[in-house]
């Protein structure tokens, strides 16, 4: 399994970024997905997750009205359009795969996660 996550970068406050992770070697309609992040020194934490067939997305309060998750199961991609950034968002996001579309809050839920996309927001 392969989850390769792409789109981070360099954003000023305000702007807009748009993540990917494209997901290998799984069947990718049968997974919930989700986006954690983690700046140095801290706990990887939940930012945002959709069930298998994009029913139904989470997200953590603080990017609650910012941050959009979505995804395409025909070319097996998951996304999050992150716009009105703040320099807070700053991280390394990491996209992640679970069996289960049930506790999708909980990073040990997932069973497969990619290697990270530094989104770096300036003030």
């Known amino acids: 399994v392969q989850l390769q996550a792409s789109g981070g970068g360099l954003a000023e406050a305000g702007n807009s970024l748009r993540l990917s992770c494209a997901a290998s070697g799984l069947t990718f309609s049968r997974f919930g997905m989700g986006w954690f992040r983690q700046t140095p020194g801290t706990e990887r934490e939940f930012v945002s997750a959709?069930?298998?067939?994009?029913?139904?997305?989470y997200y953590t309060d603080s990017v609650e009205g910012r941050f959009t998750i979505s995804r395409d199961n025909a070319k097996n991609t998951v996304y999050l359009q992150m716009n009105s950034l703040k320099p807070e968002d700053t991280a390394v996001y990491f996209c992640a795969a679970a069996k289960s579309s049930w506790r999708l809050k909980i990073r040990r839920e997932y069973d497969y996660w990619g290697q990270g996309t530094q989104v770096t927001v300036s003030s």
């Open positions: 959709i069930t298998y067939s994009g029913g139904n997305t």
